[in-house]
């Protein structure tokens, strides 16, 4: 499978614990996004990065979550002492600099803070 | 920031119909707009999407019009078919930036 790879697909934990999640983006594509998306909405806008640099970090995300990148291929995204809000889909996505705009997405990870 | 307003929330349509996913956006910068269908449980995959020095964009049953001045562009689905339906999201951005999306559209094509 050459798409955007997430792991994992659920995640089930207890408020206050640390979760981290994977993603691979498809192979070339320097531009990796994390975006959030809860029942009923649209994904919403996390973080995005240009191979390792960290180019943009949404007002909306508190200094409990980070995200790192660090050999510009594939991207962690941790959230520390989780919240009860915290639970949604985690989505992925990737996207070539140039030449193609398209961004495609992963699968998710589903979380759920108990 | 850029705020995206998509309508109507659910669609209804008979099979064979026509289905009209209406957007708004506020950034005028704003010059790329992508639509994605998310299946139940699926990712979103794109269908299609127009940048802003085209008015228009048709790809088979799908096209999808954009009017800079008003900042609002639609997607038009003909002939609908079960297979259709789905959650339809609008966005709005820059390519190879951040995406602004809609909240969605539930599209349900009865047989």
């Known amino acids: 499978d050459t798409g955007v790879s997430q792991d994992p697909r659920h995640k089930i934990t207890k408020r206050g614990q640390n979760v981290t999640f994977r993603c691979d983006p498809i192979?070339?594509?320097?531009?990796l996004y994390w975006y959030r998306q809860t029942l009923g909405q649209g994904p919403e806008f996390l973080t995005y990065f240009q191979n390792e640099a960290q180019l943009e970090k949404s007002r909306l995300l508190s200094d409990r979550f980070s995200a790192e990148r660090p050999k510009g291929s594939f991207s962690t995204l941790e959230i520390q002492r989780t919240e009860q809000g915290d639970s949604a889909m985690y989505l992925c996505?990737?996207?070539?600099?140039?030449?193609?705009?398209?961004?495609?997405f992963g699968p998710g990870t589903r979380l759920l803070v108990l | 920031g850029e705020n995206v307003e998509q309508h109507p929330s659910t669609l209804s349509v008979q099979e064979g119909d026509s289905a009209v996913i209406k957007c708004t956006y506020s950034d005028s910068a704003s010059n790329y707009f992508p639509w994605y269908k998310q299946e139940l449980g699926k990712r979103p995959q794109l269908i299609i999407d127009i940048r802003s020095n085209v008015g228009e964009k048709k790809d088979q049953r799908i096209a999808v019009t954009l009017n800079k001045t008003a900042k609002h562009f639609s997607l038009h689905i003909t002939e609908t078919q079960p297979e259709d339906s789905a959650v339809y999201f609008c966005a709005a951005g820059s390519p190879g930036y951040k995406l602004s999306f809609g909240a969605g559209t539930t599209v349900t094509v009865r047989a």
């Open positions: 996505a990737s996207s070539l600099l140039q030449g193609q705009e398209t961004q495609y």
């Open positions: 192979s070339e594509h320097n531009r």
